[in-house]
């Protein structure tokens, strides 16, 4: 149960595009379509983002995107706000009932 | 309004036990898989523990393995989590998160465990 692998910074400009990724092993991320995306801003509660790849969270606006590729999953913020600036992490089903995370990411908005 | 509530947290000494609870309301509780989920002072989360539906399966990460045990009363919408042999590394907020197709859609506002002599 090894952590995923995220970028620990990236950084965008208000209305720019950023994407981060989330790198796995064929036995979480590339084994199953049960990646999970979420946005944690500083002293507060985790929110679900995305689900199941590419599924929205039920609110979640249509600027945040999912994907993935063999063992790399990947999410896409369009149109930065200085809303977005919080930490992003990324989870994974690893079989067996389990589930891993990644280390986050710290999005920065310049 | 989906609400999920935790108990239970503590300061506790190094080999010490604590029993976390979580109260769930606003959903059919009994429907769902739960876990639950910590996070370490200035960490990131790590999953502890899943429990699905029914009580028949359970999953536990590495860390928690031999210590930690998930349990669940669906007759009381609650979620258990014993953890015996606590170490200083388990230190950290502990959330209550409800499974949405494998995505955790709702979570609790965390109560922090303190493991220290």
């Known amino acids: 149960q090894s952590a995923l692998t995220q970028p620990a910074s990236v950084s965008g400009s208000p209305g720019q595009s950023i994407t981060i990724s989330c790198t796995g092993t064929?036995?979480?991320?590339?084994?199953?379509?049960?990646v999970s995306w979420y946005r944690q801003h500083p002293g507060k509660v985790p929110k679900l983002l995305i689900y199941?790849?590419?599924k929205r969270s039920s609110g979640v606006s249509d600027r945040f995107s999912g994907s993935k590729s063999g063992n790399t999953a990947s999410l896409t913020i369009s149109g930065l706000q200085a809303e977005d600036e919080a930490d992003y992490y990324c989870?994974?089903?690893?079989?067996?009932?389990?589930?891993?995370f990644g280390g986050g990411t710290k999005l920065t908005v310049l | 309004e989906v609400q999920l509530v935790e108990s239970g947290g503590g300061l506790v000494q190094p080999g010490g036990s604590l029993r976390l609870s979580c109260a769930a309301s606003?959903?059919?509780?009994?429907?769902?898989?739960m876990n639950w989920v910590r996070q370490a002072p200035g960490k990131g989360l790590e999953w502890i523990s899943n429990?699905?539906?029914?009580?028949?399966?359970?999953g536990y990460a590495d860390s928690a393995k031999g210590r930690f045990t998930i349990s669940r009363d669906d007759a009381k919408n609650s979620l258990n989590l014993q953890m015996n042999s606590l170490r200083d590394d388990d230190t950290a907020v502990y959330y209550c998160?409800?499974?949405?197709?494998?995505?955790?859609?709702?979570w609790g506002q965390g109560i922090l465990v303190t493991v220290s002599s």
């Open positions: 998160a409800r499974d949405h197709d494998y995505g955790f859609d709702s």
């Open positions: 606003g959903f059919t509780f009994s429907r769902y898989s």
């Open positions: 429990i699905n539906s029914g009580s028949s399966l359970t």
């Open positions: 064929s036995r979480d991320v590339g084994s199953y379509d049960h």
């Open positions: 199941e790849v590419t």
């Open positions: 989870c994974a089903y690893a079989g067996s009932k389990t589930w891993v």
